[in-house]
Each structure stands twice: as structure tokens, then as C-alpha cells.
């Protein structure tokens, strides 16, 4: 590593120790100040370069916040305990409600009485939704690294559970891929594949709270009509008691996302890696078939061009854009090869190529707006999923390219949560967790090439 190098790995480390809540971290401590679902995957393989007891905690509390039926949060409050018992049991008391945003919101909206005061398996509050599930690749990475037997065998039930989870309350239809409920659950809010099926959804809250705007640009976040939209479908969902198979069955917002799916076709295969190293054959079977059973869905429905598309199952009409969901399926453990071909030229100089990672919106779309949150800039989260998936799948070179573009915009734009793609200037919160994970990971040894991130011809350039 040069010095150079070894400078940006020093800022990662201070941003996630200064993220750092013990057992788990905050995404950014100013607009994220909880845990966030795949945040804690991405985050574990940061820590795994600074302290593997600190990284396997971090997967540790997130899935005991599971509950009994499979589905990790996709957010969990930081809510010290005594304060969670108290609010729990008295928050229907009007001075408790007057005081709750303040105990429990942490300048966070929505609260957890929007979710209807719902407790995780640990007992804090969380949501009633999920995220794409990074966690048992986490695992995999993380007990490949460290060999660590005890700690690995004690996940693995949680996330069978919570792969069963998906595909089971999930998939009501039999469809093979998990239906999203909300859109937050795909990780991309305001993507706009979710623009047609929000529409459907008629705005019941009027009135939004927008602490995330406190220390964001407004033109960076999503709309307050996309928050408007974004909390109907948590209130009629707490209204209705979340009964998921019902929701993903006939609930008014139902979609299918390539790269949720992708992401958990892989995370299937990694289980079962992880369950057939540890000697759980059956285990090992269970997610295997899983795997192949996502990664077929996905695949029967990938179009002429090598691409699969987010669906809106409401109409069952496909989405014309494209965009880094597309882009992720890269993840998934088996791909045709002319989809593979697509999908590398896609995010290497197509239309979602960036010197600066993988944008989140085809260059070229109407709807692209290059600062704004998941409708254009580059994320590290998405960049780093697409190389990891290239080397999978035998383009090493293509992954490497891709790995130096991505550490190449947090040395340009600092340690943020996204960046514009044709600059690569930092947007959004500062400090963010995983840009600072994933780039210490990169610089290490590690790392997707191997920490050499700096080309022959570039080291020449430079001399
Ligand atoms: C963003 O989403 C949250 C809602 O879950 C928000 O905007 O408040 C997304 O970028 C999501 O992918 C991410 O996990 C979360 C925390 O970093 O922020």
C-alpha cells in the first residue's frame, strides 16, 4: 500500500470507529443514527480488517433482532433498554408520547411507533420490513477469514430462517423470487422502477418530517412526495398488522427486484458453502437448491438483451428502466454467458459505466437526476457487489477495473454516501459507514486485487 493509500485506509478506520455503537454501527451518525439492515453486512467487512471479534458482533446483533418469522429488520432503533421497556409499556401515556421522539426517533423519521412499537428478537425496536440480504455472505467472508467454527454455526439457523423467510412468506405466488413490500426493502428508496407502482399508492400522511434534510441537501434526498407515499405504505401496513404473506399476496405496493433477488440467490449459495464446511449436509442442500431456484427465476426472465428488469406485479408489466438493480444480478451464483457479457459491458461502458463506480441510472434516462440519492449517482455498496460478482464469474480483470474505480471516488470525494457519476464529487451524509468499510477492504490485502490498486501503466504515469 502506498502512502497515499495507507492515509485513505487510516480515514476509513477513524470513520468507523467514530460510527462505532459497540455492537453495532451507524450507517452515518447525523442522518442514520440506528442500524440498518445490509449497512451491518457491508460494515462486518470493514471491521474484519480492524478487529474480527468487533466484525462478527456486528452480524451478531443484527440478526437478534430477527423475528419469529424469519424477517431480519431492515432498521432497528438505538434505544438504550430501560428506555425501550419504559416506552413499551407506557407509550400510550400522553406525556411518554410527547417525549417519545426524543427518547426513541433520535432525529430519525419514522419513529418506531410508525411501525406500531414492533420488537425486535433482542427486544429494541425495529421496522417490519427487510433489506437485500447481504448477511450470509457476510458470514461466509468473514468464517473464510477467520475460521472461526463456534461463531459461524451459531448464525446459521437464523439465516436459514431468514432465507426460508423470503421465500416462503415472500413468494405467496411461487414465482421463485422474493416480492418487495416497500420499496425501502430493495435499499434503492426512490429508484425509478418504483415510481408506476408509488403512484398506485394514494398518499394518507400529508405531513412529513424530514430530519434527514437537516444535514442533506434537499436536491440529494428523495421527494417529499416519495415520503409521503413511503409512509402511507408503512401506516396502512401497521394498520393492517403486517401479516406479510397477505401484504405480498394483495398488498398495495408489490414488486420483484433483480437485485434483491440476485443478492439473495447468492447469499443462499454462501450458506450453503458455510453450512457444508461446518458438516451440515442437509443444511447445505436446502440452500443450494434455494439458490438455484432464484437464480432460475431470474434467469427465465431475463430478456433478449441479457438483462432482467424490476417487475410491478400489481400489472405484471416489467420496468423500462435501467438501472444498478438490473446491474446486480452480476451477484448472482450462476449467470448465462451472454447475460454475463451484457452485464459487464453494461456497468464497464455502457450506459451505466462511470469513472467512479456503477451509477444508479442509465446515463441516458429521462428521469436521471446525477445528484439525486438512487435516481443517478454512484454508490461504493453497489460498485463493490457487481466486481465481487465479476470475479465470481471468472472476469478478474473487468472486477479490478471496477474495484479501482470505486476506491477512486471515495479518494476524490471523500468518505461519503454516494457521489456524482461524472465527477465523482461526495453527496449525501458524511462519514458513511459502508463506503469507509468496503474501501478498507479494498486496500487491503483482501481486497479484490489483492490491495494493488494502482495499474503498471498508472504507477509509470505517475512516476
Ligand atoms: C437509505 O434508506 C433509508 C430508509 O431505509 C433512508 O433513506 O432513511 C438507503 O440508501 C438504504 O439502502 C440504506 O440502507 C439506508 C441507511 O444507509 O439509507
Same mark, same amino acid.
Do not use: F, H, K, M
Given at each position: 500500500m502506498d502512502v497515499l493509500d495507507g492515509r485513505l485506509a487510516a480515514v476509513c478506520r477513524a470513520t468507523l470507529e467514530r460510527d462505532d455503537r459497540g455492537s453495532y454501527t451507524v450507517?452515518?451518525?447525523?442522518?442514520?443514527p440506528h442500524q440498518w439492515n445490509w449497512d451491518s453486512a457491508f460494515v462486518a467487512l470493514g471491521w474484519l480488517e480492524i478487529s474480527p471479534e468487533r466484525a462478527w458482533r456486528e452480524l451478531e446483533s443484527l440478526l437478534a433482532?430477527?423475528?419469529?418469522?424469519g424477517l431480519v429488520p431492515h432498521l432497528i432503533y438505538a434505544t438504550p433498554a430501560p428506555i425501550v421497556e419504559l416506552v413499551a409499556h407506557l407509550h400510550d401515556v400522553p406525556v411518554v408520547r410527547r417525549l417519545v421522539p426524543a427518547l426513541v426517533g433520535r432525529r430519525y423519521s419514522p419513529s418506531p411507533a410508525w411501525w406500531g412499537w414492533r420488537r425486535g428478537g433482542d427486544g429494541r425496536f425495529c421496522s417490519a420490513i427487510t433489506q437485500p440480504p447481504v448477511a450470509a455472505t457476510a458470514t461466509w467472508l468473514l468464517f473464510e477469514a477467520t475460521g472461526d467454527e463456534p461463531r459461524a454455526r451459531a448464525l446459521l439457523p437464523a439465516l436459514a430462517r431468514c432465507h426460508r423467510f423470503l421465500l416462503d412468506e415472500r413468494d405467496p405466488l411461487g414465482l421463485g423470487e422474493p416480492v418487495l413490500i416497500h420499496p425501502w426493502e430493495s435499499g434503492?428508496?426512490? !429508484?425509478?422502477?418504483?415510481d408506476a407502482p408509488l403512484d398506485?399508492?394514494?398518499?394518507?400522511?400529508t405531513v412529513v418530517p424530514r430530519p434527514d434534510r437537516d444535514h442533506v441537501d434537499a436536491a440529494e434526498r428523495p421527494s417529499d412526495d416519495h415520503y409521503r407515499r413511503f409512509l402511507t405504505l408503512v401506516r396502512r401496513g401497521t394498520r393492517s398488522g403486517w401479516r406479510q404473506r397477505e401484504l405480498a399476496a394483495r398488498g398495495p405496493f408489490r414488486v420483484l427486484d433483480p437485485g434483491f433477488s440476485a443478492i439473495l440467490a447468492r447469499a443462499c449459495a454462501d450458506l450453503s458453502r458455510l453450512a457444508d464446511a461446518l458438516g451440515e449436509r442437509r443444511l447445505a442442500e436446502v440452500e443450494a437448491a434455494r439458490a438455484e431456484r432464484v437464480a432460475a427465476a431470474l434467469a427465465a426472465r431475463t430478456g433478449g438483451d441479457g438483462l432482467a428488469r424490476a417487475i410491478d406485479l400489481a400489472d405484471d408489466s416489467e420496468s423500462d428502466a435501467l438501472s444498478c438493480g438490473s446491474a446486480l !444480478?452480476?451477484?448472482?451464483p450462476s449467470l448465462s454467458a451472454a447475460s454475463l457479457d451484457a452485464l459487464e459491458q453494461v456497468v464497464l461502458?455502457?450506459?451505466?459505466?462511470?469513472p467512479f463506480g456503477?451509477?444508479?441510472?442509465?446515463?441516458?434516462?429521462?428521469?436521471?437526476?446525477?445528484?439525486c440519492y438512487w435516481r443517478g449517482p454512484v454508490w461504493v455498496n453497489v460498485g463493490w457487489l457487481c466486481a465481487l460478482g465479476l470475479a465470481t464469474h471468472g472476469r478478474r480483470r473487468s472486477s479490478a477495473l471496477l474495484i479501482r474505480r470505486v476506491v477512486e471516488c471515495v479518494r476524490a470525494?471523500?468518505?461519503?454516501?454516494?457521489?456524482?457519476?461524472?465527477?465523482g464529487r461526495g453527496l449525501g451524509a458524511h462519514d458513511f459507514a459502508w463506503t469507509a468499510a468496503l474501501c478498507l477492504r479494498e486496500l487491503g490485502p483482501r481486497g479484490l486485487c489483492g490491495g494493488q490498486l494502482t495499474t503498471a501503466a498508472e504507477q509509470e504515469a505517475a512516476a
Open positions: 450507517p452515518a451518525p447525523l442522518t442514520y433482532a430477527q423475528q419469529p418469522n434503492r428508496d426512490n !429508484a425509478p422502477e418504483w398506485r399508492v394514494r398518499p394518507e400522511v !444480478a452480476l451477484v448472482a461502458q455502457g450506459p451505466l459505466a462511470s456503477v451509477r444508479s441510472l442509465d446515463r441516458g434516462d429521462r428521469r436521471l437526476r446525477p445528484r470525494g471523500g468518505v461519503r454516501e454516494y457521489y456524482a457519476p461524472g465527477s
